[in-house]
Every structure is written in C-alpha cells, then in structure tokens.
C-alpha cells in the first residue's frame, strides 16, 4: 500500500493507496514543535483503525510545504515503516512542463495539484486550492503549467478583520440570509464569504480570458465545497486531489 502526505502549514492531508483506489484519507493539524515520534504514533494509530498494521506499508511519498517538517516526516517513515521516502521536489519527473520564471520557487503542492488536474480533468485547466493561502494555477491546453496566482486564505483574511477592527468580533462562516446584512454578524458573513466568491470568479474570468480553449476549472481544499456552493466559475470539487497527484507521481517516479 501506497502512503501519501500532503503536508501544508495548517493541516496534514494523508492517503492510503491500494493501486489506484484511495482507500483511507485523515486530516490532522500541525504542529511544528511535534518530533517524529510523536507523529509517528499518530500516523500508527490512525492505521490501526482501519487494522492496518505498519508492514502493509510497501511505499511513502510526502509532498510538503513547510520545509522544517520535511526532515520529520522523511525519518517518520524510515523509523516506523522502514521506507525510505519519495520526496517531491526538483528532481522528480511530473510529466508536466514548468514555465513558471523559477521553478525553484514554486510550492510542491501547486506542481502536485497540477499534475492531478491534468490527469483527471484534461487541459486546459485551472486549480484553485482553498488552503492556508487560496492558490490558483494554470494549465495550458497543451498541458504546460503556466504559473499563477497566490491570495490570503479566507482564514488569514477573517483573523485580520477580527484582530484588526476593535468593534468586530469572530463570526461563524456561513452563508447569510441577504447580501445586505441587517446585522453586524451577517454582514461581516456576507463580506467575508460573498466577497471570496467575487475574489475566485474575479481571478478565474481573468485566467480563462488569457488561456484558449475550454478551461475547466477545479476546487480543491477545505472551504472548496463552501464556495462552489456560492458560483457557477467551479466546474468541480475534488477534496483528494493532491493526494491523487501525489500517486500519479508516484507512479511516474517508480
């Protein structure tokens, strides 16, 4: 079996393959103060309710974000699965060209989630990740990845308004009743959430009017599903696309 991490700067995704099939998938937070063992019991515990036992291990692969972690996760998985990890970084085949300025400086996740897309959905297509930071990348029609944009997570944007505003307060993120709030709750509600569905629309009417062809757009990370809720510009939600993406490369690489 195939275990596949997704490690981002607020949450860990991790996958379980057995050949194409995802056949487990958990959430947890992180923490970059935790030590490997401590991740390392976690991750055991998290198999042993599906009652897989570490030797059903046969292959890891990390694709992470937060580089202090990367050494963490690579000695979790030669401590207690006795593998040594695939990394995705420069070096590995993704089958996608990158025409990104830098490629050195573009995150694991967007080559990851693109490489996804491309497999799944077909080009051209653009892949908004609603993470810590709400990601947008491009693919051409030929399968090129073009580059992107990059705008404070809806998480990030609301803790400032709170920090920030003296007379505001935390509000639960839920769709109002109108747009035009009667209250303070449902009006921080409708700016927070209406104005992120004008914010990806805005982004993804600029992105397809510089691509050709027909541009499907896909949604991945925890709000995804929230705000496709709320615009037709989201043709799918794929909560587990990057660690499809994560196996596709896996795959190539093996």
């Not at 393959?17 to 401590?38: I, M, N």
């Not at 695939?86 to 996740?109: C, E, F, S, W």
């Not at 990845?145 to 509000?171: D, H, K, N, Q, T």
Request: include cysteine; aromatic fraction near 6%.
């Amino acid at each position: 079996m195939l275990l596949a991490l997704d490690v981002g700067n607020t949450s860990i995704h991790i996958g379980l393959f057995q050949g194409e099939e995802l056949t487990a998938t958990w959430r947890v937070g992180v923490e970059q103060e935790k030590l490997p063992d401590e991740y390392g019991v976690l991750l055991l515990s998290l198999l042993a309710t599906g009652d897989i036992a570490p030797r059903d291990i046969t292959a890891c692969i990390i694709g992470c974000d937060v580089p202090p972690l990367i050494p963490t996760f690579e000695s979790v998985c030669k401590k207690y699965f006795g593998i040594e990890p695939m990394l995705v970084g420069h070096g590995l085949r993704t089958g996608v060209r990158i025409l990104y300025d830098n490629p050195k400086q573009l995150g694991a996740d967007r080559i990851i989630d693109a490489v996804a897309a491309i497999k799944q959905y077909g080009a051209p297509v653009i892949v908004v990740d609603f993470g810590t930071a709400t990601v947008f990348d491009a693919v051409s029609e030929n399968g090129d990845y073009l580059g992107g944009a990059i705008a404070p997570g809806i998480g990030i944007a609301s803790e400032a308004l709170f920090s920030r505003a003296a007379m505001l307060y935390r509000v639960q993120l839920e769709r109002p009743p109108v747009a035009i709030g009667k209250n303070t709750i449902h009006a921080m509600q409708s700016g927070i959430l209406f104005g992120y569905v004008g914010l990806v629309e805005g982004l993804v009417a600029r992105f397809k009017a510089e691509l050709t062809g027909n541009v499907k757009v896909v949604a991945t990370g925890g709000l995804a599903t929230t705000i496709a809720h709320e615009t037709n510009c989201i043709d799918v939600v794929d909560s587990n696309l990057t660690l499809n993406g994560l196996r596709h490369i896996y795959e190539l690489n093996s």
